[in-house]
């Protein structure tokens, strides 16, 4: 199916076509840059990842004296922080940059100053993890960079929003689409969470507690006001653009949108309920995200109806399969967060791996799968030629599937069998080997998920780099969809 | 939604007001949080909380991520099952008569942050100052996990332990030998086992009424404490 070139070029006037040259060729070098780095850190944490989750069981592994600072204590934040940073928002900025400028009509202008903020976000982010690993990490959970990098990176970042707006102010196109407001939301949140967090917690503290509780809301609000949008966002950009049609309805996209803005500042210290933050502020995050299952009902119901009838491109297209994941990924996300918000079932999730299930399933089930979706769409736009290989993309997805299904899973049930333990009233007086024996097992499943992860982000770091090469294929045959026969 | 600036004002207004009234004002009332001064039931003056952590031990503590592992949190009851656990808090008998307290804000005060952590891979470590007061037993638990619990998965700290030739009998804290060579703790080794003695978030605490950020009391007939939680 040539669904995605139908869209395109068949039926669009040259003037158009050319329009479209023009603001992908502005776009080009910032977004090829802010996309290649993203992915190579994928890869970077996706190694990152697999030695942490080596450690949580066999933490003899790499263990050599020379090799200290690999145990665990170190290199999960290392993981984490390569992942949000270094993969996470560089490659929302780029996904963000060419479909801001593609919706808006507007080319990118002075693309070496982008250039320039998306090089110092990587030096930040290469120094801040370098600095985790060698003893200087914050432990402020997401913020475990030194205090001296986060200036770095919010200069950097509100370089790169500016651009966004830039784009907006510039804009000539009629309507204001969608995915506009996400990304607008997305660029207008992040600065303003990102310096809140840091400047309450590392150089304005109010206390040692109510410093835990903000670094618990700068980690739920970091998903809800920026993950979320740039997936949500770009989701809503891919499905009526491959698909040829417009979203279902304007309202219920704009019940979701100014929903999720609402409620999301609310959430978060829920983390610690129980503790010693004042509880008002741990219920009242449970209660926004209870109620937030209506917004995220409202916008699964928009997807569904927009790609209703058309369910046989998820077989054929790259990006309709990704993003369709993906979307599908962000309900289970929402239903899973309300679920570990509440009190009772928190008792057996809390302060255990389930929380790592639960920031798979938004990091990357839902927000990076969508991340690839864009990635698989604009890339050929950008370098001039189509993905060198279906099968490469078929390996992408289905390993980065299995990998994801078995991390969730393993990481939901580590979690269980400790809550189980922790909770069972038999062990009151057990040192604590009962959590630990129990989730072994499951720990090691997650080892074997990464390995299926590192596989998948390796094939797609190549592919990538063949792209940005432009050593793809030159064809006027439309894109590189899945490899014939491959079924649903 | 066509204007900008009607957008950006409808973002500042409901993201604000929780950046504000969740974040912000209890940052600020927070920040007034000091020790209370209570009369306990002989007429003494006492202070909750009774001591401070050991903060150069908590620099160790924080640099090797030790709260990716363990928490410092005692949970109520509505939340988890902490109270009843044996030796998660002041009461080290073997059965104790009352359940651990749920941690409170002024536990934590006087230190930069507090580590409540994120996962428990090991123990809560709130009360590990009254649990475990033998230095030796840190040291050789912190070199050589394995070597007291065979199950465990914690990674070895060996790195903060500095190796030395054996002199006449060899040192009295070495944690173990290798050959004509034994390990003796270094500086952090040190500092961190003297932050994990002083870890003692369990003391005698007033019942204080709702919201605990009480103006610090500087004379006693005042200090009264408030009405039984």
């Known amino acids: ?54 450690k949580s069981h066999t933490p003899e592994f790499l263990g050599l004296d020379c090799l200290y600072f690999l145990h665990y204590g170190r290199v999960q934040p290392a993981f984490i922080n390569a992942f949000v940073y270094g993969w996470g928002i560089q490659a929302g900025i780029g996904v963000m940059i060419w479909i801001m400028a593609r919706l808006t009509r507007a080319q990118v202008p002075s693309s070496k100053i982008l ?27 997401w913020l475990e960079f030194p205090k001296w990098v986060w200036p770095l990176l919010l200069l950097a970042y509100v370089m790169m929003s500016v651009w966004v707006v830039l784009l907006f102010k510039a804009r000539t196109a009629d309507t204001v689409y969608i995915s506009v407001w996400y990304f607008l939301g997305a660029c207008f949140w992040f600065p303003w969470i990102y310096g809140t967090a840091n400047l309450l917690i590392h150089h304005f503290s109010g206390g040692a507690v109510i410093s835990a509780g903000v670094d618990g809301w700068f980690i739920s609000t970091l998903i809800l006001l920026f993950f979320v949008p740039v997936g949500l966002g770009t989701v809503y950009y891919l499905l009526p653009k491959v698909l040829g049609r417009p979203v279902h309805s304007y309202q219920l996209a704009l019940i979701g949108f100014w929903m999720l803005a609402a409620l999301s500042g609310w959430t978060g210290m829920q983390k610690y309920m129980g503790g010693p933050i004042p509880a008002w502020m741990t219920a009242v995050g449970s209660a926004a995200a209870i109620f937030m299952l209506i917004p995220v009902g409202v916008v699964a ?74 990635i698989y769409f604009i890339l050929p736009r950008i370098s001039g030629c189509e993905w060198p290989s279906g099968r490469m993309i078929s390996t992408h997805f289905w390993f980065s599937t299995y990998g994801l299904s078995a991390l969730v899973v393993c990481l939901f049930m580590a979690g269980f069998s400790q809550g189980f333990s922790v909770q069972n009233p038999e062990n009151w007086a057990n040192s604590f080997w009962g959590p630990v024996v129990k989730s072994g097992a499951w720990l090691k499943g997650t080892t074997v998920a990464w390995g299926f992860l590192l596989i998948s982000n390796l094939v797609f770091f190549v592919h990538v780099i063949l792209m940005a090469l432009r050593l793809g294929r030159k064809t006027t045959d439309g894109p590189t969809l899945f490899p014939a026969g491959e079924s649903h | 939604m066509n204007k900008l600036s009607t957008f950006v004002l409808g973002l500042v207004v409901t993201f604000g007001l929780p950046w504000l009234f969740l974040i912000v004002i209890p940052t600020l009332r927070s920040a007034s949080l000091g020790a209370v001064a209570y009369e306990d039931a002989d007429g ?55 359940i651990t307290r749920a941690s409170r804000q002024r536990d934590y005060l006087g230190e930069p942050y507090a580590f409540l952590g994120s996962q428990r891979n090991g123990p809560d470590l709130s009360n590990v100052g009254y649990r475990i007061t033998d230095d030796n037993w840190h040291h050789s638990h912190l070199f050589d996990p394995r070597s007291i619990h065979p199950w465990s998965t914690m990674p070895s700290f060996r790195h903060l332990y500095e190796k030395q030739e054996i002199q006449g009998g060899g040192s009295s804290n070495a944690v173990a030998t290798d050959g004509d060579f034994e390990y003796v703790p270094g500086p952090k080794a040190k500092a961190l086992v003297q932050y994990l003695r002083s870890l003692k978030k369990d003391s005698a605490a007033p019942a204080l009424s709702s919201g605990d950020v009480v103006e610090p009391e500087a004379d006693e007939a005042s200090a009264e404490a408030g009405p039984d939680a």
């Open chain 1, 1 to 54: 199916m040539n669904a995605e070139s139908t869209a395109e070029t068949n039926e669009v006037p040259l003037e158009l076509q050319a329009l479209r040259a023009g603001v992908d060729k502005s776009a080009r070098v910032p977004v090829l840059y802010f996309l290649t780095t993203a992915v190579a850190w994928l890869f970077v944490s996706a190694v990152l990842g697999f030695i942490a989750s080596m």
């Open chain 2, 44 to 98: 003494n003056t006492k202070y909750f909380p009774e001591s401070n952590v050991f903060a150069n031990g908590q620099l160790v503590y924080k640099a090797e991520g030790c709260a990716n592992c363990h928490t410092q949190m005692i949970r109520a009851p509505f939340a988890g099952l902490d109270g009843w656990r044996a030796g998660w808090g002041a009461d080290q008998e073997d059965r104790p008569t009352e």
């Open chain 1, 115 to 141: 250039l320039f903020a998306g090089v110092l976000w990587n030096i930040g982010v290469t120094l801040g993890v370098f600095a985790i690993l060698w003893g200087g990490s914050t432990s402020v959970e």
């Open chain 1, 301 to 374: 119901l928009n997807h569904h109806k927009t790609i209703k009838g058309f369910h046989h491109l998820v077989g054929a297209s790259p990006t309709i399969r990704f993003a369709v994941f993906g979307a599908m990924a962000y309900t289970l996300m929402s239903v899973v967060f309300a679920c570990m918000s509440l009190f009772s079932f928190s008792q057996l999730t809390q302060f255990t791996y389930a929380q790592g299930g639960f920031n798979t399933l938004a990091l990357y089930a839902f927000f990076s799968m969508c991340m690839f979706a864009a």
